[in-house]
């Protein structure tokens, strides 16, 4: 009998975005869940001080709640291994994993960790990535730093922190660059990281579902802008909504929607043959497919080089149209739409 999985959740967000106080939440509540957070954060705001004592010896340490916590000693893979290891020997007990980013990490190659490694994937299920932004600094942080582009990219669920210290405007203008960067994920405001645990665990962000969550204003704003052209395309230069004029973000998102058939080998040569140039700058990608010849939804995920799919419930009486979703750094969104174009059947 194959045992479950251990859920993993990974944790990231620019300095003084409230990862800290989210985590000590999860570290001091009774929420009757036992958690594994992995530190890999060095600087003044270590979570250590407060509210752990450090084994040096271990660098595990039990909490009263039943949480552990432990620093990355080597890398990721060997930690998560270890922890595994001691779980299954009755040495520690928990019943998921948090792992916390550095603030300046990207958190795609702590994504690619569950997928590249087979003990880590034998044994653990990447749940989600959470991105914390600082309602207050996030604007100036996209603008100068890639990494605070990369880690909103990468997010299944962003969390706006701080908001009471900017106008309302400027939440919705933070909320709508987001969107456009990253229309699958989901985004709350809360205070200071207080955020209510079901929000934050068991998102299935990494699920091969058929759904595919794309933020529904983005898709509106794209068609109002576009009626005579069958792609949603991002808003770029021409757009004319009054908060975009000043950000032209590296990271930004484009959909492919289309109600002809894919000719499945053609797609994936195509899918492939992008995945292989320009891998390293897709941060995301997601995609509920009608192909040619297979009555069922077909529903593909990617991160980076890493793409997976699987046939999902039969399309039955919905119309069969195909979208995907493209979250990445510079893409050339004319060659991938004309390519997609391509590889659809006559």
């Known amino acids: 009998m194959s045992t479950p999985l251990i859920p993993a959740t990974i944790l990231t967000g620019f300095l003084g975005s409230g990862k800290t106080t989210l985590l000590k939440r999860v ?15 060095f600087g003044e705001e270590n979570i250590d001080n407060d509210i752990l004592v450090q ?26 291994a270890d922890l595994a290891a001691r779980r299954r020997k009755g040495e520690l007990m928990f019943d998921r994993v948090m792992i916390e980013t550095t603030g300046v990490a990207d958190p795609g190659p702590v994504a690619q960790t569950f997928f590249m490694d087979d003990e880590v994937a034998s ?20 603008d100068s730093r890639l990494e605070a582009q990369r880690q909103v990219g990468f997010a299944d669920q ?17 909320q709508h660059r987001l969107a456009h960067m990253n229309p699958r994920a989901k985004q709350s405001v809360v ?13 299935r962000g990494f699920n091969l579902n058929a759904k595919l969550d794309i933020d529904p204003e983005f898709l ?16 770029g230069e021409h757009c004319d909504h009054p908060h975009h004029h000043h950000h032209d973000d590296d990271v930004k998102s484009f959909v492919f929607r289309s109600d002809k058939a894919f000719d499945p080998a053609k797609l994936e ?11 390293p ?25 890493l793409m997976g799919s699987d046939l999902a419930a039969p399309w039955g009486n919905e119309p069969r149209q195909s979208k995907l979703v493209f979250i990445g750094i510079d893409l050339p969104r004319d060659v991938i739409l004309q390519g997609l174009e391509q590889a659809l059947t006559a």
């Open 27 to 41: 570290l001091s509540e009774a929420h009757g869940s036992r958690i594994a957070v992995i530190e890999n954060e």
């Open 55 to 80: 084994d040096s010896e271990q660098q595990i340490v039990q909490m009263s709640n039943g949480c552990i916590c432990c620093t990355i000693r080597e890398d990721l893979r060997a930690t998560l």
């Open 123 to 142: 044994q653990y299920l990447l749940d989600s990535v959470l991105t914390l932004v600082d309602a207050k600094h996030a604007q100036q942080q996209l």
């Open 158 to 174: 962003i969390f706006i922190s701080k908001a009471d210290l900017v106008s309302a405007d400027d939440v919705a203008a933070l």
């Open 191 to 203: 205070h200071f990281g207080e955020v209510p645990l079901n929000q934050v665990l068991d998102l």
């Open 220 to 235: 509106k704003a794209d068609e109002h802008d576009h009626d005579h052209d069958h792609h949603d395309h991002a808003h």
């Open 269 to 279: 040569d195509f899918l492939g043959a992008i995945v292989q140039i320009y891998g």
């Open 281 to 305: 700058r897709m941060l995301r990608y997601k995609g509920v497919l009608n192909m040619k010849g297979i009555d069922r939804k077909v529903v593909f995920q990617g991160v980076h080089q």
